[in-house]
């Protein structure tokens, strides 16, 4: 019998002047906009959640942290190969914020990111399902974060795309169990995927818990 998966915890953006709540500002002075509003909003989602270690963590991201890579890049670009910014390449890579969430937590359980385009969230929650159902674990957080930078703004829109087509600039965080508990948002039913020539769409299927 397969388990049933329930949302417990649902966070969204928490804005700059929330960080301080949830994250260490000597801790986090090098991180750059996403990775902070990342971390927080995953740190706010745990707290609300009251698992402290979930079982597994899994990020989607379309872009990764793309200021950093920016920088990278406009540093290589100005100052040749032999730019040396370390922070900035440590940070640019499409797992940093998972893997940072599970530093800063010291968590040790699986971690893992999804990097699948307009369907990245979608493709890590549906990781976290399965594996949820199938009783691989228990609690699992499950995150989305992407940026939308003014420079990465300009190059879409000259390219005649839409950005709001190919990135959101958002973070957002859900706790997922195998258990109920008294604050359930919803159960999730099913997630569809679909990969088509034309683009992928997906569907977090769900229905909403009366915790009664």
Request: hydrophobic share 35%; glycine share 6%; net charge negative.
């Amino acid at each position: 019998m397969m388990n049933k998966v329930y949302i417990i915890a649902k966070t969204q953006a928490v804005t700059p002047e929330e960080y301080r709540q949830y994250i260490h500002p000597i801790k986090t002075r090098r991180y750059g906009r996403l990775v902070k509003r990342a971390l927080a909003t995953a740190l706010k989602c745990i707290q609300e959640s009251g698992i402290d270690q979930p079982d597994a963590i899994i990020n989607g991201t379309a872009l990764g942290s793309w200021e950093d890579s920016e920088k990278i890049l406009d540093g290589m670009t100005a100052e040749g190969e032999d730019v040396s910014m370390p922070t900035h390449f440590m940070l640019c890579t499409h797992n940093t914020v998972a893997s940072i969430i599970g530093i800063y937590t010291h968590n040790h359980g699986y971690n893992n990111t999804y990097s699948q385009g307009k369907v990245s969230l979608e493709s890590a929650m549906l990781d976290a399902f399965l594996q949820l159902q199938m009783g691989k674990i228990k609690t699992a957080l499950v995150c989305q974060n992407d940026e939308l930078t003014p420079g990465l703004k300009d190059k879409i829109e000259k390219a005649g795309l839409h950005p709001a087509n190919l990135v959101n600039d958002d973070a957002i965080a859900y706790m997922l169990s195998t258990e109920k508990g008294e604050h359930a948002i919803a159960e999730i039913s099913d997630i569809i995927i679909h990969h088509t020539p034309h683009g992928d769409e997906a569907k977090i299927i769900t229905i909403p818990c009366t915790n009664q």
